[in-house]
Structures are given as C-alpha cells and as structure tokens.
C-alpha cells in the first residue's frame, strides 16, 4: 500500500508506526497510509527560518513570481495524475477535482503575475509617506517587508490542491517559506503534488514542506515572526487561536471557518426569468457540486414567501436532474462524502435541523449509481424548508456539511438582511435582482455580515461567475462565525506575511534605502 511521507528539511519523511489510513470514500478501500509520529518539527521549522527564508528574501517579488509560475506550471503537467488522486481519495467527480486542482494553477498563474507586475523590489511603500514636523526634510513612510519567519499553512479535507497552493501562493510572493499540512483524510492529492514540486525543483531549498498526517507538536514552535494561516471547523480554529504559544508570543492568525452562507432572491423576480433561471442553477449547483461540501455553498435560501412553493418546486427538478454515485461511474455528477466521519457528521446534522423546526420536502430517491455492496460515503441530494427562520435557530447555527440546503421564505425589503444576519457572519452571501433600489437596500444590509457578496441580474447571469467561487483577486474570508479572516484578495492578501513598519528620517536617505530613488 501507498506510503506518504511527509517533506521535511529538503527530504521524505516517514513517521513511526502505521498511523491513519487513508479511503477510497466511493468504495471504502484503504488507499494509502501516513504517520507523523516521531518526526521532528523543530527541525523543519529551523530548515524554514535559516534555509528558506533567506533564500526567498535574496528574490525580488519578481522572481518570487517567477518561482510560483514555476510550480504552476509543473502542476500543470502532472494535472491528469492529480485528478485521479482526488477521485481516489476524495471521491470527486472528475469535474469536482478539475475544481480543486485548476483552481490552485489558476491561483498560483495569478499570483506569478501579480509578483511580475510588482517587478524587481524587495519592498512595498505603502501610501505616498508625510512631512511628519515643520522640516521638510523629516519625513515618514510605511514600509513592507517579509516576516523573517515561518508561514504554517492548516488546511481543511475538501480543497487539499487548491487550499495549499491558494496559501503557499500569497506567503511565497510574500517572501515567506511555508509548512503546509492538508488534513489526513484527503492527503493525497497534495502529497502527489509536493512530490511534483520537489522533482521539478522548482523551489528555493526550504521554501516549502509538507505534513502527511497529523499535525502532532507542530504549532507548539511557532514563534513571534510566523504566521499561522488555518482553514477548518471553528472548534477546531478556536482550539488553535488559544495555543498557549500563539497567544504569549502574538503569533499572527488567520482563520476560515464554518459559514451559513445564503441566497436571496429578490422580490422583483419572476419565474422563467434570466434572473431566476440562474437562482435556481447557482442553488443547484451550491448544493451538489464537491458534494456540498464547499465553504462557500448556499445552505440557506431565502425566498418571497408568495413564490417558496414555485421556488421549492423549481429547486427539487433541478437537483434531481444530479446523478451521483461512484464518481467513476458514466453520468455521475456528484460523489460521496470525503469521509465516513463527514457522512456521520452529515447525517447528525440534518437531524438536528429538522429537531431544530426544518421539514424535509425533497430528497433523491435515487440509489448511488455504481456503489458495489452497501460500500461509499453517499448521501442524497435533500431539500430542507423552514416555514418560521426565526423560530428554526439551528438553521442559522448549524453548518451541514454536505449536499443539503434550507428554503425559507422572508417578507418585506428588510427582513432578508435580518435573517441573513441571523447567520453571524457568512464567507458570501448572494442576491438575485434586477431592481436597482433592491440591490442598493439589500447589498447595504448583507456586506457586513459578509466577505463577499455576488449580485447576479440579468445582464450578467450568463457571465457571473457561481457564488461559491474563490477568485484569488477578490478576498476570501468572512466575519463572526466564519472566522473573521482575510485571504487572497490580490495584493491585500500579502498584508498577512509582511510586517508593515513605520521608517522615519531624512526623506532622501530613506527614500533610497526603501529602492524608491
Ligand atoms: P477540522 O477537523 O477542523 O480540520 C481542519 C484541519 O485542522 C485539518 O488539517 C486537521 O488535521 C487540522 N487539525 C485538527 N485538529 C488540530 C489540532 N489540534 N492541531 C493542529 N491541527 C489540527 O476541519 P475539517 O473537518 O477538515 O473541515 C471541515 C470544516 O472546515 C467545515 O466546517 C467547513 O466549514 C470548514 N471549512 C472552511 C473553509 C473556509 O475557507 N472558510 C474551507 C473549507 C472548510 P487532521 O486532518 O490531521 O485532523
């Protein structure tokens, strides 16, 4: 059986013992293994400051760029290989891990630009600096400069491509080396990945490891100049943010959590419409692609109480029309769950959304096309309703990870931004409208509860991209509940790895040092 090590201090790894095993989710067979046990993190972290690090902050952001075009492009050649490793091990449909996998060498291509664009500099200014007393002389600028430090990088089981390069990309331009650990379950595909990048030597020595497994002592070494970037449930991130370390020592974090994210329609949509056309499509796709288990799907859809019904009716053909099964399978379009500890958590879920005031009005009775012998995480398609969302409090507090989403109905212009709320911070909340007082009310109501918000009307519904789509240019993250975090976002998302510091001094003098003469 597959073996993955983890890469450690330029080289494979392997840990004691046999450790967790890794499934196939479409027919439960063990896959592959990996431990941690006993590998040494002091090591790695130590690799990271005196090898990595300065190896990155020798580049320009320029040849950062370079670097990241580097492993973009290597990933792209090995793309084939890298989708039959998330079908294997995270039961993706072939679409599902074009998702994953194209989405981390469309972030990395990215940034590579944005690292040309910023050109041969080792510093950012930020702002045109001021005169800061009566001589013209003595000014003051803001500068930015990598930390000379560790980016640990803690990723969820549903994006293990997309998720370490979306990281690695941003902290490396940065000029950060990085540790990164995708969650054991769904390993896989971003150990084939690492193995990718350390045979192309595209990267500096120590600017990027890898953690298969667990991630044992690993953050008890973070220090005052690393980073801890981690995307997971919210116990689990608020288990992190209190680590002793990382509190004593102002460990900088960033967190991505769990997120009631929501659709509204808008009032003024009628049925047959562009507009609602694309509700229903952008619904159905939410739920079901990556088998809901996206961050960002929709699991709370909010609708004109007088057009619910129509609304429900139009949702449940169009998840019906989703065959799902083994991914492998001719037609399939959604796969299992990644895992049999998400099935449980899927199933615990649901039940506690219809103890907590949902109905379920929909669910494919269909059976899971090519699962052999009762074997494979496989959950259908549901349609939950809840008739009262005041009353329904679980709904707005309860994140099902999996293909299940809750209608609701709203009234008046105002209460969809209350209900919405309700939520206590979402990663992206969407709205479908093509009434300009409506999009102005409801985008005013739903931005401070949200990361990002998509308005999808008619002249752009067939160009929108689908709401749970992370663009590198725009940021990725939300308030409250969904961890209060910032990623991506172009430029903004360098900010994490940087230190920005306040010079003050003769303004010619600085300005040279700063390479702004
Ligand atoms: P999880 O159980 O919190 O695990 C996330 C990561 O944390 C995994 O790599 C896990 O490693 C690691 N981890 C767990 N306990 C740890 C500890 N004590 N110290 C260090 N690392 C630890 O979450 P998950 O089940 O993988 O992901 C599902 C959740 O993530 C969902 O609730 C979803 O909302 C959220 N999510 C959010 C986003 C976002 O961008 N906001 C994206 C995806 C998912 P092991 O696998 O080795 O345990």
Redesign the pocket.
Known sequence: MLRLKSYLAGTWKDGEGEGATLLDPSTEEAVATTSTKGLDFAEAFAHARTVGGPALRAMTFAERGAVIKAMSKALYEAREALIDDSILNAGTTRGDAKFDIDGATATLAYYASLGKKLGDTKVLVEGEGEQLTQSARFYGYHAKLPRPGVAVH??????PAWGLAEKAAVALLAGMPVIS?????TALTAYRMMEVLAEAKVLPEGALQLVC???GDL?SHLGPQDVLAF???AD?GA??RGLQNVIGRSVRVNV????LNAAVLGPDVEPGTETWNRFIRDVSTEVTQKTGQK?TATRRVFVPKAKIDQVQEALAEAMGRIVWGDPRAEGVRMGPLASKQQLDDVKAGVAKLLEGGAKQVWQSDASPVGAKGGKGFFFPPTLLRADDPRAAAVVHEH?V?GPVTTLMPYEGNEEPGELVALGQGG?VASLYSDDREVVANMLVALAPWSGRVLVASKKVADQATAPGLVLPSCI?GGPGR??GGEELGGMRGLDFYLQRTAVQGDRGLLERALGMR
């Not at 803690?154 to 994006?159: G, I």
């Not at 650990?181 to 379950?185: L, V, Y």
Request: net charge negative; hydrophobic share 40%.
């Open positions: 803690v990723n969820a089981f549903n994006f650990k995708p969650a054991t379950a497994g667990s991630a953050l995307t997971g449930s689990t288990h992190l991505e959590a769990d997120s961050c994140e990870f990663l990725h969904a961890g």
